[in-house]
């Protein structure tokens, strides 16, 4: 294979940083994201609590679906100021296997938990409004631990993409 045009190999090597160095930074912001500014999920947590609460008190069924009205609202309000906030948008290609895993996990894990804490409180106590507060707290906290170490994991793998190429002219 011949080459019509000399290649400088130190020119080669700036422009292929000088066009990482901005990815770089832009996993960086993805990253810094994920792991700070845990609003977003404090918020949610409160307002699936205050609906799993809500659930507990003796409505008519105009009462019910008013109050799932306002908590699929609050939720499209939440995501809506989150992404304004967020500065960096991925590619659609970017996101990969461990974003959706973490998304069908983490409803998995919550509606789960919001049936089985439901079902053992009412069998212990029968209290609706007893059971709906205790079935609110836990499932609100099994939301809080699980969405902040899942997240962080998923982002994490999205530096990894493309790096064995990088890093094996790393050493030049």
Request: glycine share 12%.
């Amino acid at each position: 294979m011949a080459v019509g045009v000399p290649v400088d190999a130190e020119r080669a090597w700036k422009d292929l940083q000088r066009i990482r160095v901005p990815q770089e930074r832009v996993y960086d912001e993805v990253e810094r994201s994920a792991a700070g500014g845990a609003g977003a999920t404090y918020a949610t947590a409160a307002i699936m609590w205050v609906f799993l609460a809500g659930m507990g008190l003796d409505l008519p069924r105009w009462g019910v679906w008013l109050i799932l009205a306002g908590y699929v609202a609050m939720l499209l309000a939440v995501a809506v100021v989150h992404n304004r906030r967020s500065r960096v948008r991925l590619h659609h290609t970017r996101y990969n296997w461990r974003m959706s895993a973490v998304f069908v996990g983490g409803m998995v894990v919550t509606g789960g938990t919001v049936l089985l804490s439901g079902r053992l409180v009412e069998s212990l106590t029968g209290e609706p409004m007893v059971v709906s507060l205790i079935q609110a707290t836990v499932s609100a906290a099994v939301f809080v631990l699980f969405v902040g170490p899942a997240n962080r994991w998923a982002v994490g793998s999205l530096r990894g993409r493309g790096e064995p190429a990088a890093r094996e002219g790393a050493g030049r």
